[in-house]
């Protein structure tokens, strides 16, 4: 008889893949797992039919193709300032969450401990556990879920690693301010600790609020690995195509490991990025484009029995539903998904102790009927 220790005993099909399965078998409306239900710009689908047509379809280079890295440094530093060296200091990678991957296991050792803000997004703790480390979990606090420093600094130990950080925050849409970042900034001053900042939502901020990115700070993007997603940003998640910044050393550290796990992305994907990413449009709207969606939600929700918690970025909309019922976040889901046709994520799967706090997430990245039509069957609840 074969057998098998796993390295991930307690960990299953993620709960994006069983919700969107759910809503599927059901014929539900799928506001849970997070992609648009509208059409990617034309303009790109055509770059990327022309590029394959002209023969880019051939492995590009492991760090990606020099034209989208050079465009990429050309917007870090129009958007925030900051310098990055095409050549040494970005890396373009298959989707985020494999530069996110690649980042733990480029600086994480046995034993080392990585501090994660929860709820947090479900990635993060496996891929601390498969190489080695150890999570240690701060709980956001309520109900604005905003950081407790005095608490990090408490957790901080001599074998403190990394601190993963996440702005706009999925799945509870907080923002990391200028005074978090200046209090994030003396704390690891003296020590050694590395940042892992994943900003894949970084043109999604609402309210005429500024993105607080660790490239803005010399002296915290000199730790950092910051992450972002085309996917996100371009209505494209399905292309599965990310980059992250970082020191030369770091990025170093990071290609040793991204060369062995996908060598490469989609190249002729990578040339259409690099097409359009100097048209400043195509992100500068997005937080106008997606704020108003958010508002639309919540004016449609207003007459429903949910709750909903404060959303300053992403395009997740958190609801509370104590009103409602009493039952655990994720027969909740289950219910509303089989009863009345809209999926939900539960947000105690963000939890590494599943704490049930009878909130759960909508993704408003929809076309409004859609929104509309998903209201209209929650407000009947």
């Known amino acids: 008889m074969l057998k098998l220790r796993s390295k991930l005993p307690d960990v299953g099909v993620t709960i ?46 492991m760090q990606g193709v020099p034209v989208l890295r050079e465009k990429i440094a050309r917007k870090v530093n129009h958007c925030y300032g900051a310098v990055y060296d095409p050549a040494t200091e ?36 496996p891929v601390i556990t ?34 993963i950080l996440n702005s706009p925050h999925n799945p509870t849409g907080t923002i990391l301010t200028r005074q978090d970042m200046d209090a994030l900034k003396q704390i690891i001053a003296p020590t050694n600790i590395m940042i892992l900042s994943d900003e894949v939502y970084e043109h999604i901020i609402f309210d005429d609020c500024r993105h607080e990115s660790m490239v803005r700070d010399p002296e915290l993007a000199s730790r950092s690995f910051v992450v972002s997603s085309f996917g996100k940003t ?30 490469s992305s989609n190249t002729p994907v990578q040339y259409a ?35 909903p918690v404060p959303c300053k970025g992403t395009y997740f909309q958190m609801m509370k539903y104590a009103s ?15 009863e009345h046709g809209v999926a939900a994520i539960p947000i105690s799967v963000f939890y590494n102790s599943r704490q049930d706090h009878h909130v759960v997430r ?13 209201a209209e069957q929650l407000c009947r609840i």
């Open 16 to 61: 994006f893949s069983v919700m969107t399965a759910l809503a599927k078998e059901h014929k539900a409306i799928n506001l849970s797992q997070g992609f648009p239900d509208f059409d990617v710009e034309p303009e790109l689908i055509e770059r990327v039919n022309a590029h394959m047509h002209n023969g880019a379809n051939q492995y590009a280079p």
């Open 234 to 263: 371009y209505h494209t998640t399905g292309w599965k195509i990310g980059y992250c910044l970082a020191p030369a050393m770091l990025t170093r550290e990071l290609q040793r490991v991204h060369q062995f796990l996908t060598f």
């Open 90 to 125: 970005i890396t373009v990678t298959s989707g985020a969450t494999e530069a996110l991957f690649a980042a733990v296991a480029a600086v994480v050792r046995k034993d080392d401990e990585v501090i994660i803000f929860e709820p947090a997004y479900d990635a993060y703790a």
């Open 362 to 374: 909508f993704c408003f990245a929809k076309k409004d009927d859609t929104l509309k039509k998903a």
């Open 273 to 307: 990025y690099a097409d359009i990413l100097d048209k400043e449009e195509h992100y500068s709207e997005l937080a106008q484009f997606y704020q108003r969606k958010r508002d639309l939600f919540l004016e449609l929700m207003d007459g429903s029995r949910f709750s």
């Open 324 to 338: 409602i019922s009493s039952e655990p976040d994720t027969d909740f889901v289950r219910r509303i998904t089989m």
């Open 130 to 163: 498969l190489n080695g480390g150890i999570p240690r979990y701060i709980q956001l606090k309520s109900p604005d879920y905003r950081i407790d420093w005095d608490e990090v600094e408490d957790t901080i130990s001599p074998k403190t690693r990394l601190m």
